[in-house]
């Protein structure tokens, strides 16, 4: 079945250390995106791609960096320069950038860092 | 200013009952685009049903339809017969054609409606 696949589901660590996110699609999609989310929150845009080995910083890159090597995989990973790391990470995917067509997300990452 | 307004937090309907969401957005964009989205307790964001500027008729989706009126710039989703399945988060959205401005023309969220369906 095609879809978006984020792995761990849950994954905790400690202050200071750096931790990645899994992001995997089998959409053949171009553009894959990063988001956000804090309780009560919308989703914020952190990172995203169009294409491979090329991303773009969204609203909230700080303390995040990421690559696209393949097209079905777009990694995230939380830096210790991230003041305020603990929330839940959602990762996307659409057609094309920018165009009509809806994004597919993921399950999901809830981030704890303690 | 923000661009998409949620102004309900909670919801409650009766099961089998109508209920309207309410979405209102901002943009100087001619050319954009709507979409809701619904995010259950296992929060997987899936979606419902788009609506773009210059859509002459509104949008539906089976039990889900999406009242467009662009010069009130509100885009408020309609679930008919609630279900006790629909008892989730639900997220407007909007993406700007033109008007990339810094992301792109990327997904701008709302805080979202917690829905909750009631037997």
């Known amino acids: 079945d095609g879809g978006i696949t984020q792995s761990p589901k849950y994954l905790f660590r400690k202050e200071g250390q750096n931790v990645t996110l899994s992001c995997e699609q089998n959409l053949n999609h171009d553009a894959m995106y990063w988001y956000r989310q804090d309780p009560g929150q919308g989703l914020r845009l952190i990172y995203y791609s169009q294409i491979v080995n090329d991303f773009q910083k969204g609203d909230i890159a700080e303390g995040y960096s990421v690559s696209r090597e393949k097209k079905e995989s777009f990694p995230l990973t939380v830096t210790s320069a991230q003041k305020n790391p603990t929330a839940f990470y959602l990762c996307?995917?659409?057609?094309?950038?920018?165009?009509?067509?809806?994004?597919?997300f993921g399950p999901g990452t809830r981030l704890t860092v303690t | 200013a923000q661009k998409i307004t949620q102004t309900q937090p909670g919801m409650f309907v009766q099961e089998k009952e109508a209920v309207t969401l309410d979405c209102t957005y901002d943009t100087s964009d001619p050319s954009y685009g709507l979409f809701w989205y619904k995010q259950p307790s296992s929060g997987e964001m899936i979606f419902l049903i788009y609506q773009g500027s210059y859509d002459q008729q509104n949008a539906t989706e089976g039990r889900y339809s999406l009242n467009f009126q662009k010069a009130r710039k509100s885009a408020n989703l309609v679930i008919s017969a609630s279900q006790l399945g629909d008892s989730a988060m639900y997220f407007c959205?909007?993406?700007?054609?033109?008007?990339?401005?810094?992301?792109?023309?990327?997904?701008?969220f709302g805080k979202g409606t917690k829905l909750s369906v009631k037997p």
């Open positions: 996307a995917s659409s057609i094309k950038a920018g165009s009509i067509y809806e994004q597919y």
């Open positions: 959205a909007m993406r700007e054609y033109r008007n990339y401005g810094g992301s792109q023309g990327n997904l701008i």
